[in-house]
């Protein structure tokens, strides 16, 4: 089955530095991939739709040049959360969906990474 | 703006027992996806079923099963012979079209016990 590999699953950084999150899809091309955000005992909210070759749609509220993502390729999209703070803090999940040669009983699933914690000290 | 409502913060259930876990959603849209994803301790997100809008037929998963009422916008998931393991966060979602995001409630903690 799909695959999505998330990376890494943990990070402790200091508050103003930049850190980096991978989302790659090992065994399928995915033009668009997903970025969540999951706090404490809550559901994920959407932040960003992630689009291969072309900018982020974030979500409102959320701030892009905070948030910073790219979908330079087909099987790779990248989160930076820059000049981190404390309230930075949370838990990502990335999600992709297969683009093509998709079986249909996998039709429109979304297979998500196993998450990424991000701690600012 | 599609909305997903888990009106059930908390259940429990003894194992091998039957749970029923509830979901609403409100949407405009005709033809659309609905999912139930599992998400243990280990927080990754498990699909667990799901429902295309236009089947009438409720979808099955081994021990799993959905209750869909298109006309009442609920889809509620009933787990059957519950097991240890599927104590976890459960969460509903809703999907419009093809390349949209999912659209979760906000999850109903289930914890089986034996």
């Known amino acids: 089955g799909a695959v999505v590999s998330q990376h890494p699953s943990r990070v402790i950084c200091k508050s103003g530095t930049s850190v980096k999150i991978e989302c790659r899809s090992l065994?399928?091309?995915?033009?668009?991939m997903f970025w969540y955000r999951q706090f404490p005992k809550q559901s994920l909210m959407l932040m960003a739709t992630?689009?291969?070759?072309?900018?982020?749609?974030?979500e409102q509220g959320v701030e892009k040049d905070k948030f910073l993502i790219n979908h330079a390729s087909l099987t790779l999209s990248t989160l930076t959360v820059t000049s981190a703070h404390p309230e930075d803090s949370s838990f990502y999940i990335c999600s992709a969906r297969q683009s093509t040669g998709q079986k249909t009983t996998g039709a429109n699933v979304l297979t998500f990474g196993a998450g990424s914690r991000l701690t600012v000290l | 703006a599609q909305t997903v409502t888990q009106s059930q913060p908390e259940m429990s259930v003894q194992e091998a027992e039957t749970v029923t876990l509830s979901c609403t959603y409100d949407?405009?849209?005709?033809?659309?996806?609905l999912f139930w994803y599992k998400q243990p301790p280990s927080r990754q997100m498990i699909l667990v079923i799901r429902?295309?809008?236009?089947?009438?037929q409720n979808a099955t998963e081994n021990r799993f099963s959905v209750n869909f009422q298109k006309a009442a916008k609920s889809f509620s998931l009933k787990i059957s012979d519950s097991q240890l393991g599927d104590t976890a966060m459960y969460f509903c979602a809703f999907m419009a079209r093809r390349n949209t995001p999912l659209v979760f409630g906000k999850g109903t903690r289930l914890s089986v016990i034996a």
């Open positions: 429902q295309e809008a236009y089947k009438q």
């Open positions: 992630s689009n291969e070759g072309s900018k982020a749609t974030y």
């Open positions: 065994d399928f091309q995915a033009t668009t």
């Open positions: 949407t405009s849209e005709n033809n659309y996806y």
